[in-house]
Nanobody
Framework: QVQLVESGGGLVQAGGSLRLSCAASGRTFSSYAMGWFRQAPGKEREFVADINWSGDSTTYADSVKGRFTISRDNAKKMAYLQMNSLKPEDTAVYYC?????????????????WGQGTQVTVSS
């Protein structure tokens, strides 16, 4: 079992930056791939980025490539999403998720555990 708690969301102006954090519990964190997803009002939840168990493989949605960076610290049982050059269309609830298969997947169905989400609002 893995429990995930996100933090770091908030209100930021367009062009600004935020860093989301995901704290994980459980002894097997280092074997899980970690992902970030988001859900905007009235829209379905969508993939943002993920990272494999060792941190040497990442994937990104086209909409965030070059602006967002996913990373992890297995010793601290943490995953991060650095978000730069934020746009109003990035406004959403951001969710952290864990994938027991350990490899990047880019699909919600591959993820076994989910956090409660943190709100990110980007004003124009």
């Amino acid at each position: 079992q893995v429990q995930l708690v996100e933090s770091g969301g908030g209100l930021v102006q367009a062009g600004g930056s935020l860093r989301l954090s995901c704290a994980a519990s459980g002894r097997t964190f280092s074997s899980y791939a970690m992902g970030w997803f988001r859900q905007a009002p009235g829209k379905e939840r969508e993939f943002v980025a993920d990272i494999n168990w060792s941190g040497d493989s990442t994937t990104y949605a086209d909409s965030v490539k070059g602006r967002f960076t996913i990373s992890r610290d297995n010793a601290k049982k943490m995953a991060y999403l650095q978000m730069n050059s934020l746009k109003p269309e990035d406004t959403a609830v951001y969710y952290c998720a864990a994938n027991s298969r350990g490899q990047v997947a880019g699909r919600q169905g591959e993820y076994d555990y989910w956090g409660q989400g943190t709100q990110v609002t980007v004003s124009s």
